[in-house]
């Protein structure tokens, strides 16, 4: 999953949030120099993805992308099921996305000097661009895999997966659908055994 299902995941609880969403830029045991709230969330990132990247639903929808993008298919999907999470986002959340992620952002601006040195990088880019609110329409994923596959030097060739998510676009979605479910419920129970007990 990628950052906004991640903050989606997060049940609303803030220094949760933030944790899940850095995930990607806390390497090894860096997490434990963080307030234990955000540490928490680092480690619900990793269980997320862990599930996420062993689900043989996220691993089917790996397949349309395998052919052409090989080891970058799943990077690919991740940020496809994202899109479809955008796009439906009112059936998951009472909340509308542009507000929610408004908010999110000024969680962002307000803790981003106890954040990792990437994420400082990557925010304010994020940030003026909207890249949470931007992922709910084509245009808008697809300019994201562009700006993915200039990080690589254009050796993933993500900018091109558009033509693939366009083509299996139906039957993504409804991959996606199925998985959201279970990610959910995943994430709900981890949040009831891990986080809401210490509290």
Do not use: C
């Amino acid at each position: 999953m990628n950052f906004l299902a991640h903050i989606y995941l997060s049940d609303n609880i803030s220094e949760l949030q933030l944790g899940n969403f850095i995930g990607d830029h806390v390497k090894g045991k860096n997490y434990l120099q963080l307030p234990k709230s955000i540490a928490d969330g680092v480690i619900m990132h990793r269980k997320i993805d862990t599930f996420t990247d062993n689900h043989p639903i996220f691993r089917h929808s790996k397949r349309y992308f395998q052919p052409d993008f090989g080891l970058y298919s799943g990077v690919i999907v991740d940020m496809v099921y994202d899109h479809f999470l955008a796009k439906n986002w009112d059936k998951f959340h009472d909340e509308n996305l542009y507000d929610f992620t408004q908010k999110f952002y000024l969680l962002l601006n307000k803790n981003l000097d106890r954040l990792p040195e990437k994420t400082q990088y990557i925010a304010p880019f994020m940030i003026e661009q909207n890249w949470l609110y931007s992922y709910r329409n084509i245009e808008g994923i697809t300019k994201i895999l562009e700006q993915m596959d200039l990080r690589t030097k254009n050796l993933s060739n993500m900018r091109y997966s558009y033509q693939t998510l366009t083509q299996h676009y139906q039957s993504l979605e409804y991959d996606f659908f199925e998985f959201i479910v279970k990610i959910h419920e995943y994430a709900q129970d981890y949040l009831t055994k891990e986080i809401y007990h210490e509290n």
